[in-house]
Antibody, heavy 122, light 103 residues
């Protein structure tokens, strides 16, 4: 079965760092883009960025460039989203999702993780 | 960056109704348009990719059309399981969502 399994919910304080994960299985992890999508409470979906685990080519939304870091460890089929200094406004559900093949960074997200809820509160 | 504008924001409909949701791009995007369904507390689910291709396992009452800057998602006969929020997406941009409610 093709699936993405994300790490569990996190509760952090402002200023703390965080790295959440997304592990792929059931397919060639290095052959498809992995994207990250934010959904703030009661709001819509926001595209944050994508990474191609095969060569770590990474593309960010201008809204998230410099705010987060997307990375991947292809040896363990895992992608990551990390923050160096969290803010209360980072409170949201974060989804990873599988995109298209290398030549299709604009491809649709066909497989989604279950989501990781990040709560930032003092 | 390209902006995606969905309409309407909310739609009230009854079981059996034909429902159409529109997504407009701020510039031409060829056919690189996807549609997703999201239910409360769940991850989005891909319905349509490349504007009109039905994702495997998705009921045939869902269809997509359009190219360039204007696209539509149509549900031919609304079923109880279809009450949800729908999003269009082009690469880096999602539409703001359309909530389909029970009339």
């Amino acid at each position: 079965e093709v699936q993405l399994v994300q790490s569990g919910a996190e509760v952090k304080k402002p200023g703390e760092s965080l790295k959440i994960s997304c592990k792929g299985s059931g397919y060639s992890f290095t052959s498809y883009w992995i994207g990250w999508v934010r959904q703030m409470p009661g709001k819509g979906l926001e595209w944050m960025g994508i990474i191609y685990p095969g060569d770590s080519d990474t593309r960010y939304s201008p809204s998230f460039q410099g705010q987060v870091t997307i990375s991947a460890d292809k040896s363990i089929s895992t992608a990551y989203l990390q923050w160096s200094s969290l803010k209360a406004s980072d409170t949201a559900m974060y989804y990873c999702a599988r995109g298209g093949g290398y030549n299709y960074p604009q491809g649709a997200f066909d497989i989604w993780g279950q989501g990781t809820m990040v709560t930032v509160s003092s | 960056d390209i902006q995606m504008t969905q309409s309407p924001s909310t739609l009230s409909a009854s079981v059996g109704d034909r429902v159409t949701i529109t997504c407009r791009a701020s510039q031409s995007i060829s056919s690189w348009l996807a549609w997703y369904q999201q239910k409360p507390g769940k991850a989005p689910k891909l319905l349509i990719y490349k504007a009109s291709s039905l994702e495997s396992g998705v009921p045939s009452r869902f269809s997509g059309s359009g190219s360039g800057t204007e696209f539509t998602l149509t549900i031919s006969s609304l079923q109880p399981d279809d009450f949800a929020t729908y999003y269009c997406q082009q690469y880096r941009a999602f539409g703001q969502g359309t909530k389909v409610e029970i009339k």
